[in-house]
């Protein structure tokens, strides 16, 4: 069984802020994790994966996440905000050999000009 | 690639009505899911298809809802009689798995409303 916890359903930062999105995992086999962007209107959009290469995985649009095991997290950080990032971000979680991606409840991100 | 494409985008209709959703995954991937979004559910897989047969329907949320994959490049989802709970975005994603190491990728999207 898989599951996924998104800390905070919206978080607001200045332009040019870090940005920080938590997500923590629970999974009964090696896990894939991936983000995921949705715009407004508009369907998801992979930003990045996990897929047990590279613990330090950079994605489009300057975000990057890292996976870490003993604490069963990946977050998503991207160092400055930009007013197109505002969103809505969705971590999600699959197993080796499964085909269903399990989903957190997602988190609004607000930037602040 | 034009991506996975939805029909209609918007759909309003009342209550008792049919409505049918219609989705082309991308060519080449064997897998299509279908999803459902709502405020208060969030994201939910209704059904996903493997080389066109229904491998999972328990997301299905009762006999009003129904699924079909005639062949490689077409899907609909079906709601009958619809009903004003039904009202959320139904989302088509379609991926080649590789062991659930791939993404699915995802339409636009249909905002359904059920008055």
């Known amino acids: 069984a898989q599951s996924v916890t998104q800390l905070g359903s919206h978080v607001s930062v200045s332009e040019g802020a870090l940005v920080l999105l938590r997500c923590n995992y629970s999974?009964?086999?090696?896990?894939?994790l991936f983000w995921y962007v949705q715009y407004p209107n508009q369907g998801l959009q992979l930003l990045l994966k996990y897929t047990s290469a590279a613990t330090l995985v950079k994605g489009i649009n300057g975000f990057e996440a890292e996976f870490k095991k003993s604490e069963t997290s990946f977050h998503l950080t991207k160092p400055s905000a930009h007013m197109s990032d505002a969103a809505e971000y969705f971590c999600a979680v699959s197993g080796a050999g499964s085909y269903q991606l399990t989903f957190g409840k997602g988190t609004k991100l607000s930037v602040i000009p | 690639d034009a991506g996975v494409i939805q029909s209609p985008r918007h759909e309003v209709t009342e209550m008792g009505q049919e409505v049918t959703l219609r989705c082309k995954p991308i060519s080449g991937h064997n897998s299509l899911f279908w999803y459902r979004q709502t405020m208060m559910r969030g994201l939910e897989l209704l059904i996903y298809?493997?080389?066109?047969?229904?491998?999972?329907d328990s997301g299905m949320p009762e006999d009003r809802f129904s699924a079909k994959m005639p062949n490689a490049s077409f899907s609909t989802l079906k709601i009958q009689p619809s009903e004003p709970r039904d009202s959320a975005v139904y989302f088509c994603a379609s991926s080649f798995p590789s062991g659930g190491r791939d993404e699915q990728f995802f339409g636009p999207g249909t905002r359904l409303t059920v008055l």
């Open positions: 298809f493997n080389n066109n047969v229904p491998i999972d």
């Open positions: 999974s009964s086999v090696p896990p894939y």
